[in-house]
């Protein structure tokens, strides 16, 4: 039985004989990019690569502004891949993005704001329709992405997020338990630096033991410990910061 580690925050691990890793933050991040240069070049007449407009703001000198606009992103994220991909999710450029469009050695990018009547002295405000960017850049592309691979490697019965945003009621993880029934999905938070094995110390009638196994969800707040092989060790585990304990049922 193996784990599929599923990298949305650009921070992937390598492949081991227990878990596969595949990364696609980078490629959303790029999405995002995309549909805020799509709506600053609406209508403008001009063409430039749409993503480009905002990655290429990524300068030292423009390290605060940057971050803003990332926070914004990942405030987006949670919303993608939590229980409620509907509505429409604001995008503030700030103020120094628009002055160094305004202002830059690129005459393309300078005419933006001259085609478009930008106020290049004030943020901008981009609505990204939430529902439709979804459906065509997380249901269309990355879900499918990782049903070709769950097709291609069956031995994968759990899923993992690194990420604490995505839960089991989140809508990619009930379509991908959908098509895969026996899969599992354990919440990033309950795993070690490993991911999906996990070192603690159990009590169980004034006897503590030590051991490596994985953790399954059962219920929300209860767990099971599972060896390599997807055998039943414990069942019914509760975990309270950070430690086991046993039911006594």
Known sequence: MRTLYIDINNKPVQN??????????????????YELGCSILSKSGINVPKAQL??????????????KIIKQWEELKAILFGNDVEGE???????????????HSNQ?????CRNKSYDCTKELIVTIDVKEFYDEYV????????????????????I????????????????????FDDLSFIAYENFSDHVDILSANTQNNNNCKSFMYAIQEVTEDYY?????????ILDDVAIYSNSLVLSNN
Not at 92 to 103: D, I, R
Not at 160 to 179: A, E, G, H, P, Y
């Open 224 to 232: 099971s410990i599972i060896n390599t092989k997807g055998d039943v």
């Open 54 to 67: 905002i990655s290429g703001f990524n300068l030292p000198e423009n390290v605060d502004a940057y971050a």
């Open 16 to 33: 081991t004989d227990e878990m596969i890793c595949v990364s696609d933050n980078e490629t959303l991040l790029n999405d995002f990019f």
């Open 160 to 179: 993992v997020f690194n990420d604490d945003v995505v839960t089991r009621k989140s809508q990619i993880v009930k379509k991908l338990k959908k098509q």
């Open 139 to 158: 249901n269309d592309d990355f879900i499918r992405s990782l049903v070709k691979t769950l097709r291609e490697n069956n031995d994968i019965k759990q």
């Open 89 to 103: 999710f604001n995008v503030h450029l700030p103020k120094e993005y628009m002055s160094w469009l305004g202002n």
């Open 108 to 112: 393309e990018y300078r005419a933006i």
